[in-house]
């Protein structure tokens, strides 16, 4: 491993392609510009297939790009946790203004915070220990807490699947990702069932949000595996194409977003009465233009325009921002 950790490729495309199905999943709560939160309908597919399976995926890449850059940070720098340290609070601040100026539904800052009381401290910790501690905090969750520590346990699998070496490997052969859907998918497939029959006669029951969170971490995971294996075949450099630009700039993405679709839902003047396929349409319109201005965006400069200022922020000096 060279001192400049090599880009993981898959993980941009993963990144990109959890990202379409967040906006998906929020494009209906956030254009309801009084700031109400919807939750999906009992009988909305979106329930089944969207909401709550992207978040999980997008929640471990976030530890996996903490782990990764503590990793890289030891070979650069005397300080890597403080680095670290200065990235998940400027993170912080990001996170707050998007979720008191433009969305109150904002994670950036719940995964700051989760950062900084979960993964920092883990890092002193041996692997196994912080993969037993991910189980214990997602158990915690589901059962104890409502939901609330969901963020800090996907995080800190995402940690541990970095220190076991998953990540380096994630893209060396087909048998990994075969066994992992599979095995996903059979579990999956009777927690859905269970869902559905649970959101249909108790919605807003415990144990329904219980099977909905579960089910949305198997099914994340089965969309995850599906992806590695399609991109061993010949739409590998489509599906690049399509989703790395994406990922690559996810975090200026994730914020425009919310202004995007707030601004349609200003014009549009009643989005309360979008009906799905204008909410499709809307999220294929926000999703185009994102994919048009990152793909020319990226071919002149080596990083999106956030993350570069997120990157100088965090390291105190300016960062070279065209390729060389």
Known sequence: ????????????????????????????????ISGKIVPPGASDWMGYVVDHRFFPVFA???????????????????????????????????GLLHMFLIWPGDVLAIYAASGL???????????WAVAVLAVVVLVASLFLTNGYLLAPGLLLAGAALVRYGV???????????????????????????LQIVLQMNNPDGRAAGVMTAVAGMLIGGVYVCVLLLLLRT???????????????????????????VLA?????????????????????????????FSTLW???????????????????????????
Not at 60 to 79: D, I
Not at 117 to 126: I, Y
Not at 305 to 319: M, S
Request: aromatic letters at 8%.
């Open 1 to 32: 491993m060279s001192e400049r950790r090599r880009r993981i490729d898959a993980l941009d495309v993963i990144r990109g392609f959890a990202l379409c199905g967040i906006l998906l999943a929020n494009v209906g709560p956030i254009s309801n």
């Open 60 to 94: 471990v890449l976030f530890g996996v790009g903490f782990a990764l850059l503590l990793e890289s940070a030891e070979g650069r720098t005397a300080s890597p946790r403080l680095l670290l340290v200065r990235r998940l609070l400027v993170l912080l601040v990001i």
């Open 117 to 127: 009381v979960f993964l920092l401290p883990s890092t002193w910790l041996p692997r």
């Open 167 to 193: 990540i380096d490997r994630i893209e060396q052969s087909a048998k990994g990702p075969v066994i992992t859907g599979v095995l996903l998918a059979v579990a999956a497939a009777p927690t859905l069932a």
């Open 234 to 260: 010949p739409l590998r450099a489509a599906l690049h194409a399509l989703f790395a630009p994406l990922g690559k700039m996810a975090l200026t993405n994730y914020l425009t977003a919310s202004i995007l």
């Open 264 to 292: 349609m839902a200003h014009l549009h003047g009643r989005p309360q009465d979008w009906t799905q396929p204008v909410l499709l349409a809307v999220v294929i319109g926000v999703l185009a233009a994102q994919w048009l």
């Open 298 to 324: 990226l071919r002149r400069y080596r990083f999106g325009p956030l993350e570069w200022l997120w990157r100088w922020a965090t390291r105190g000096r300016r960062p070279a921002l065209q390729h060389a």
